[in-house]
């Protein structure tokens, strides 16, 4: 585990994980619940660094069935899924507590927004710079460096820091207003 950044706190059985513990993967994603024979076995939730988390039966390492929670409180439905369906596409947060007041957007769902460091896009577990094609962590940790599936991806979809707004542009008074030529003769 060491090799790999990964932690473990729980019980053992033959120096194995077995019992109810805790696994901690190198990207901050948590597993919390039962194993067996080194695997997760039985009842456990798995906790993401951005606050979803998906609670599940698990065989002998293998989710059989389980639950995905966003991290704002929307559980995912398999059937019958309305949620930003191309008719609707408000926040989960909208949906619950209403529109902001004209004239403030919602970039996200997190309010106020994460602030994206220069050049650099909010890719949902961390900010990726497409300079050096590395993902890290909101806590500055590296999590990854991302193919060229992903790139694309992240520099298709993802917002970007110089895209947010940063204030109201100034309307152009009547002194400042250029002159409205005629052409009547």
């Given at each position: ?166 204030g109201i542009a100034p309307e152009i008074s009547a002194a400042t207003r250029p002159e409205e030529s005629s052409n009547i003769n």
């Amino acid at each position: 585990m060491e090799f790999t950044g990964s932690s473990y706190k729980g019980d053992t059985k033959n120096g194995r994980m077995e019992g109810k513990g805790e696994y901690t993967f190198p990207t901050e994603t948590k597993y919390e619940g039962e194993m067996k024979d080194g695997m997760f076995h039985g009842k456990g939730v798995l906790h993401f660094p951005n606050g979803s988390k998906y609670e599940a039966t698990w065989e002998n390492g293998l989710a059989k069935q389980g639950s995905f929670t966003f991290a704002d409180g929307l559980q995912y439905k398999e059937k019958d899924w309305d949620y930003c369906d191309g008719y609707d596409r408000r926040f989960y947060s909208e949906r619950c507590h209403g529109l902001r007041p004209a004239g403030e957007s919602q970039l996200t769902d997190l309010n106020p927004p994460r602030v994206i460091p220069d050049q650099c896009y909010d890719c949902g577990d961390g900010f990726y710079d497409p300079t050096t094609r590395v993902v890290t962590s909101y806590t500055g940790r590296f999590l990854r460096n991302a193919d060229d599936s992903e790139h694309e991806w992240i520099v298709r979809t993802c917002r970007k820091a110089w895209d947010e707004v940063v204030g109201i542009a100034p309307e152009i008074s009547a002194a400042t207003r250029p002159e409205e030529s005629s052409n009547i003769n």
